[in-house]
């Protein structure tokens, strides 16, 4: 079941409308099944704090329009939920989402970053109060502007002040101008996650960034 860049935006909210899940869950749940599948409900209802019966809801409607399949060990991503799952992170200009080992200046006991590529005109506030929303006890963002790495109204040059975190940024992340790194913090790592994903969502991208008063999850 292959969807088109052009049919994506209706795609997903669909999926919102119809299994009443908020878009961030749902990209932090095909997350969970790619990077951890087979996955069975117990883990996903933990990670993502739904009640189990929605969670059976989507998986099942998941599996019947093909994005997901169901083995006796879990759940996994088809090919065409690999795909589907690709084309959401392009919309949205996130070329990455993992775990990052914040070192000495964690903020909390985990952490994961987002790697934006080329978006700006950030909202710094808006951007943290969406990963709080979601989740966070606290959100960060760090930009790559003429070859450096900086804190936005806060540090012009993160290599002079802490130079082994900027060290370790620039080998993890392939960084070319304009590119950006969202930071989330929360007590479990795909809390973190999904605060992370929240966070990233572009205003722009109004007709999946923002739930209507029937999704209440």
């Not at 759940?75 to 990052?100: Q, V």
């Not at 914040?102 to 934006?116: K, N, P, Q, R, W």
């Not at 002040?161 to 960084?175: I, R, S, V, Y």
Request: aromatic share 8%; charged share 25%.
């Amino acid at each position: 079941m292959p969807v088109h860049s052009s049919e994506l935006d209706d795609f997903i909210d669909g999926l919102m409308r119809e299994r009443k899940i908020k878009f961030p869950k749902i990209v932090t749940l095909f997350l969970l099944i790619k990077e951890k599948g087979p996955v069975g409900r117990y883990k996903m209802v933990k990670e993502l704090e739904l009640p189990e019966g929605i969670i059976r809801g989507a998986l099942s409607y998941f599996t019947n329009i093909g994005i997901v399949r169901a083995t006796k060990k879990g759940a996994l991503l088809t090919e065409a939920g690999t795909d589907l799952l690709s084309k959401i992170l392009e919309k949205l200009k996130i070329k990455n989402i993992k775990n990052f080992d914040f070192e000495f200046l964690a903020l909390d006991s985990c952490c994961a970053v987002a790697h934006i590529s080329q978006r700006k005109n950030f909202n710094i506030l808006a951007l943290r109060d969406k990963a709080v929303r979601a989740g966070a006890s606290a959100c960060m963002m760090i930009s790559y502007e003429k070859g450096r790495l900086i804190l936005p109204k806060v540090y012009e040059d993160l290599s002079a002040l802490f130079p082994p975190l900027a060290g370790k940024l620039n080998k993890e992340f392939p960084l070319v101008e304009g590119d950006s790194l969202i930071f989330a913090f929360a007590p479990r790592a795909w809390k973190a996650r999904e605060a992370v994903i929240s966070a990233s969502i572009d205003d722009a991208y109004r007709t999946i960034a923002l739930t209507s008063g029937k999704v209440s999850y």
